[in-house]
């Protein structure tokens, strides 16, 4: 009976240290006991009592705390990425056996338009196939430092810059160059590009360059960009579409999202022929960091939700190598 008792208090130890490495792992990323604690649904007091307790066990001083932030020490740097290869290991041998119910916070980030089209919809869904995940969702289309946020993953759209992040492409979203009727009535319809003299933008200011984001046509010589003249620029995708609406300028944004004006007539499509380059829609995660199991299933479900999409878009393509 001892000896079972004792080898109960050997397995409860090493599930302790596994759960230990977690909120290490956490802290290290997010250089806060507060926002490891928040993100783990755990006390502040909690997460700094574990981590106490790990440096003790270990005899090494792990993390440099300060009143600003919290940083890893040399220790501390080598032990973290010892952890992110034991919880990856764990987390691997769990899902191939699916015997364990994601569970946890989950927290994401998208653009708010597109999460609107494509996630929300399914999210009652994914939500009732894992009850055990907490999902945040943030709406932004701004550069985030997904490690230091505590984001698990981030949907962008668009040319992705080297940034360290694995990316997974999800589809390719048309775009289209819209104005409201009114502009039209007042500066006239193009309908060819030498047509754009006179016409005006509604300036759309990069958040990764901080200029302001030609408008692009492809053409049988190559794909051309043009800088029209602006009385505005914005950086919401919300306030360049409001603005179309009141005649400001020309726009280009992925048609799926504006379906609804087109067929209210609230905006109207010009130069048809000359669309802009299709967008590319990327799911990013961070490298080298464990990727959690509600972090696969809800990247997998994502790629559910636009597989539509994809097919769509290999339809086209084999009808015009046909």
């Not at 946020?149 to 819209?178: F, H």
């Not at 022929?273 to 967008?279: D, G, L, V």
Request: proline share 5%; aromatic share 4%; charged share 25%.
């Amino acid at each position: 009976m001892a000896d079972a008792r004792a080898a109960r208090r050997v397995i409860l130890a090493r599930m302790d240290r596994l759960e230990a490495m977690r909120v290490f792992a956490r802290v290290v990323e997010r250089r806060s006991f507060a926002h490891a604690g928040r993100d783990l649904l755990l006390s502040r007091s909690k997460v700094s009592e574990a981590v106490r307790q790990l440096e003790e066990r270990l005899g090494a001083r792990l993390l440099q705390r300060s009143t600003r932030q919290v940083v890893p020490t040399a220790e501390g740097e080598a032990y973290h990425r010892r952890c992110l290869a034991i919880l990856a290991e764990v987390e691997d041998a769990e899902a191939a056996l699916g015997t364990t119910e994601p569970r946890g916070p989950l927290r994401i980030d998208a653009p708010g338009v597109l999460a609107r089209h494509f996630l929300i919809p399914g999210l009652p869904a994914f939500l009732a196939r894992h009850p055990g995940i907490a999902l945040h969702l943030g709406e932004n289309d701004r550069l985030v430092d997904l490690v230091r946020e505590g984001i698990d993953c981030v949907i962008r759209v668009g040319q992705l810059a080297s940034s360290g992040l694995v990316a997974r492409k999800l589809a390719m979203l048309e775009e289209c160059t819209l104005a409201s009727p009114a502009y039209l009535a007042a500066h006239g319809t193009p309908r060819t590009l030498d047509d754009l003299e006179g016409h005006e933008m509604i300036g759309f200011v990069s958040s990764a360059t901080g200029a302001v984001i030609p408008l692009e046509f492809q053409t049988d010589r190559g794909l051309r960009q043009m800088v029209l003249p602006t009385s505005v620029t914005v950086s919401s995708t919300m306030l360049n579409v409001e603005l179309a609406r009141e005649g400001l300028g020309l726009i280009q944004v992925p048609r799926y999202s504006r379906e609804e004006d087109l067929a209210a007539g609230h905006l109207v499509e010009v130069l048809p022929a000359n669309r802009p380059t299709p967008s590319q829609v990327s799911i990013l995660y961070p490298e080298g960091r464990q990727l959690t199991s509600r972090a696969r299933v809800f990247i997998d479900w994502v790629a559910e939700r636009f597989a539509p999409r994809r097919e769509r878009e290999k339809g086209r393509k084999r009808q015009r190598d046909q």
